[in-house]
């Protein structure tokens, strides 16, 4: 019961399975949520310390469940890690309700439900709710109107909860991650993606799975028990260069 305990949403893969994987190696516990049952049971099947939860963030029964089992192991929640989301592209035009609700339920009424139903177990604690968003939530781009608003309302919400939730000792924050190099990531980038990702970020790289693990266990850790409310863009300085031409970089000319 003196245990540390994460609950870790899309706990199966990415960036999700390795913020479980550092939580671990800090001697923590992992409730791992997904609603993939098959990835889940594997990767958990080789882990120890960790419980797998097959719930849905997007159901609130689901929400109601997983919290009700999480406690039932670990008797205890210290972090809520929000990570669970989808990312459906398309035109504006071409992006109709079903779609919207789609990314909605999971990016944003997901990360609502689970915070409000660990709020209680998260007051003992005085513990951390660390909200995933994305760069498409501090910066616009094409073909992400459901995705990059549902992101930019996730970086609200967080301030919303460190605003109310402060008083009961509880932080949240938010991580904005931009290009991570991830399997379905490197799936579906084609190599002039990819050069051009790596032309507009000022690091000229793609961001690893473990570094935006190590970025959300520091903020849900007691060296960050002063920050609250703050929304983190870990994205090799990719917000930074807003509009800037990469063609002017390394040069002497005029902007």
Not at 105 to 123: I, R
Not at 233 to 244: E, I, N, Y
């Amino acid at each position: 019961m003196d245990q540390k305990t994460a609950v870790v949403t899309g706990a199966a893969r990415g960036i999700g399975l390795a913020t479980t994987d550092l939580f671990l190696e800090m001697g923590w516990r992992v409730v791992m949520v997904d609603r993939d049952g098959a990835a889940l049971e594997e990767a958990a099947g080789i882990r120890q310390s960790v419980t797998p939860l097959v719930r849905d963030v997007s159901v609130p029964e689901d929400v109601t469940a997983m919290t009700r089992d999480a406690l039932a192991w670990a008797g205890r929640v210290d972090a809520l890690v929000n990570n669970a989301g989808v990312a459906e592209f398309g035109p504006i035009e071409e992006t109709d309700f079903a779609k919207w609700r789609r990314v909605m339920e999971t990016n944003l009424d997901g990360v609502f439900l689970c915070s409000q139903a660990l709020t209680p177990a998260l007051k003992e604690t005085r513990g951390a709710i660390l909200n995933i968003a994305s760069i498409s939530g501090l910066r616009a781009s094409t073909l992400r109107v459901a995705y990059g608003t549902s992101k930019a309302a996730v970086i609200q919400l967080t301030k919303q909860q460190a605003a109310e939730l402060g008083e009961y000792g509880i932080r949240a924050n938010c991580v904005c991650p931009g290009p991570v190099r991830t399997k379905l990531a490197m799936a579906v980038h084609t190599q002039e993606i990819i050069d051009a990702y790596h032309d507009a970020i000022p690091l000229n790289r793609y961001g690893s799975e473990r570094e935006l693990a190590e970025v959300i266990t520091f903020l849900c850790s007691d060296k960050a028990s002063y920050v609250t409310g703050q929304v983190l863009a870990a994205d090799g300085g990719f917000d930074s260069t807003g509009v800037g031409l990469p063609a002017l970089r390394g040069t002497s000319a005029p902007s």
